[in-house]
């Protein structure tokens, strides 16, 4: 089992930046890949970027290449996204995820494990 916790949203002004992490417990963290994905209210789950176990392959949706950067620290059993040039549209819960054992990357139901999500406010 998995436990993730997201940390770092928070209200950011357009064209500002934030750094989201989020910190595994449980299993071995070097011994699967890691996700963000966000969720704007009334919409479905996307996905933002993967990072693969060792963190020598990364994804990530065309609207945020670029822009984001996601990497970890498996000495710490943690992952980051770094967030740069926000823009409101971005306005959303970030969820960190673990393990895509199940499909793609980048596919939400792929996924083992899930944080609890952290607020991402873009203000124009």
């Known amino acids: 089992q998995v436990q993730l916790v997201e940390s770092g949203g928070g209200l950011v002004q357009a064209g500002g930046s934030l750094r989201l992490s989020c910190a595994a417990s449980g299993r071995t963290f070097s011994s699967y890949a890691m996700g963000w994905f966000r969720q704007a209210p009334g919409k479905e789950r996307e996905f933002v970027a993967a990072?693969?176990?060792?963190?020598?392959?990364?994804y990530y949706a065309d609207s945020v290449k670029g822009r984001f950067t996601i990497s970890r620290d498996n000495a710490k059993n943690t992952v980051y996204l770094q967030m740069n040039s926000l823009k409101p549209e971005e306005t959303a819960v970030y969820y960190c995820?673990?393990?895509?054992?199940?499909?793609?990357?980048?596919?939400?139901?792929?996924?083992?494990?899930w944080g609890q999500g952290t607020q991402v406010t873009v203000s124009s």
């Open positions: 990072i693969s176990w060792s963190g020598g392959h990364t």
């Open positions: 995820a673990g393990d895509p054992s199940r499909g793609s990357y980048s596919s939400p139901i792929a996924y083992d494990y």
